[in-house]
C-alpha cells in the first residue's frame, strides 16, 4: 500500500475511530540442537500506526498486500559497488531489481549498515567497507530509486549491535561515537564489548540504544524508504562476562531475564524513533527460527514482539530448515510462529533460504543430506505457505543463491521457473 493511501485511510478513521482497534502444530523440542550463529553462517554468507490523542490507531495485516520478499546482503557489494561508478552501480542494480520483480517479489530489504558504517553519506557512521575512499555519490538514494522504479517496496536493513573488527575500529576516524567509546577507558568493555574479532554494543545502557535509534532516525528521515528492517543480531554470547557491569548494577538475580529486558528496550526504541520519522513507515525484525533458539542464545523476547503492541508491524523468522530437519522441520517450526503471533497488527512473513542447495545441512541430524537429495525445496516451501492462512508472505534469501547459485546452478535455475510461476500470479495484481 503507498503511503498515499495510508493518508487517506488515516484520515478517515481519525476521524470516525479514536483509541485502538484490538485484535496448530508442533513444537520444536526443547532438547533440540541448533546453530547458534546461523546468521553468521549465512551471511559471512502493512500495518500504520499513526498516534492520536488517546493511543494507536493499527491497521491489521488484511489491510496490506501480501510480501514477497529477497533479502541483499552487504557481502553483494564486492560485485555491485566496489570500484564502480555511480553509473555502473545504478546498471548493475536495475538489472538484479529487474530479475527480482519478474520473479515475482515486490519487496526488497537493501543492507545498508552491517558493521556499523553506512552506505550512505552519514554523520554517526563510517563508510562500510565495500565503499571506496572517494565515492562521490549515495549508494542508497541510487538503491531506493531503482528500486522504486520496479515498484519493489524497499527497506533499509540494519544490525544494530554489531560492529567492525578489532582492526577496523583502532582505523575508524576518531569522530564517531563508537570509536569514541572505544577510546575510552570507562565505556569499552561496559557499552562496547569484544566478542572474537567482532565489536558488539551492548543494549543494557540507555546512551546505547538511543545511539542505535538515532542511527535508525537518521535513514527514515531522510531517505523514501518503505520501512527500517532488522536482523538476528541481537546478545552475541551467552558469557555471564559481557554485561557483567550493567547486571550488577542492576540489582537483578536472573540474567537471561535482564538481558530480555534491554533487547525490548531497543527494539521498542527503535520502532519509536521509526513511527515519529513517519508513522506509514514499517518496522520488521527477522529472528533466528527457532523460539528455543531466541530464548536461549541471542535473548530476543520474539513472543512479547508477535503478541504485544509497540514493537513491530513484521516478524520474519528465518526458517532456513527442510521438511526433514531431525530438530527443526519446516511444517512444525512455520506452525510454533503461526500460534505465536497472535497481535493483529502484526503481520508473519516466513523466510526462506535458497543458500542451501546443493549442500550438506550440518545442523539438521538425520535430514542433513536433504538439500543434496531433493531439488525442489523452495518451491515446495513456496507452496506450502500461500496455502498457510496465518502467513502473509514469504522471504527469500538471499538474491546471489537464488540467481546465480555456486552449489546447484541448473536445479536452482528450474527453482527459479518454478517459483516465478508460484509468485507472479499472486503479485500480479498487487502492482
Known sequence: MKKWMYWILTGVILC??????????????????????LAERVQEVEQLHVET?????????????????????????????????????RQAIRKRFQKTADLGINTVYLHVRAYQDAYYPSERFP????????????????????????????????????CPTDKAM????????????????????????????????????????????????????????????IDDYFYPTTDSLFDLAAFSESGGTDLPAFRLEQTNAMVQAIYQAVKKADAAM????????TMQGNYAHQYADVKRWASE????????????????????????TVSAWTEAVTKESVSLVVGIGTHKMGKEDTWAGSGCHEWQEHSDI??????????????????????????????????????????????????????
Not at 490507531?57 to 561508478?85: C, H, I, N, R
Not at 514499517?282 to 527460527?289: K, R, V
Not at 514493537?311 to 522441520?329: K, M, R
Open 282 to 289: 514499517q518496522f520488521s525484525i527477522s529472528p533466528q527460527g
Open 16 to 37: 470516525s475511530t479514536p483509541g485502538c482497534t484490538q485484535k496448530t502444530g508442533n513444537s520444536v523440542p526443547e532438547d533440540a540442537m541448533f546453530c547458534d550463529n
Open 170 to 229: 583502532q582505523e575508524m576516524n576518531d569522530q564517531y561515537t563508537i570509536k569514541q567509546w572505544y577510546n575510552s577507558p570507562e565505556k569499552n568493555g561496559t557499552y562496547l564489548v569484544q566478542v572474537e574479532n567482532n565489536w558488539w554494543l551492548n543494549p543494557a545502557y540507555p546512551e546505547v540504544r538511543q545511539f542505535i535509534a538515532d542511527g535508525a532516525a537518521e535513514i527514515a528521515e531522510r531517505y523514501p524508504v518503505d520501512g527500517i528492517h
Open 309 to 332: 503492541p509497540g514493537f513491530c508491524d513484521v516478524l520474519i523468522p528465518q526458517i532456513y530448515y527442510g521438511f526433514e530437519n531431525e530438530t527443526a522441520p519446516f511444517t512444525d
Open 53 to 89: 490523542a488517546t493511543g494507536i490507531t493499527e491497521f491489521s495485516p488484511s489491510d496490506s498486500a501480501p510480501v514477497y520478499a529477497m533479502w541483499f546482503p552487504v557481502m553483494e557489494y564486492a560485485d555491485t559497488l566496489q570500484g564502480k561508478s555511480q553509473e555502473e552501480f
Open 378 to 431: 523452495p518451491q515446495r516451501q513456496v507452496e506450502y505457505l500461500l496455502q498457510c492462512k496465518d502467513v502473509s508472505g514469504i522471504a527469500i534469501y538471499d538474491y546471489d543463491t537464488t540467481f546465480a547459485s555456486e552449489t546447484a546452478a541448473e536445479a536452482m535455475a528450474q527453482q527459479v521457473q518454478a517459483i516465478q510461476a508460484l509468485l507472479r500470479p499472486q503479485s500480479a495484481g498487487i502492482r
Open 127 to 162: 563508510w562500510g567497507s565495500y565503499a571506496d575512499a572517494d565515492i562521490d555519490f549515495d549508494p542508497l538514494a541510487v538503491l531506493l530509486e531503482e528500486a522504486h522504479a520496479q515498484n519493489l517496496s524497499a527497506h533499509a536493513w540494519i544490525n544494530p549491535l554489531r
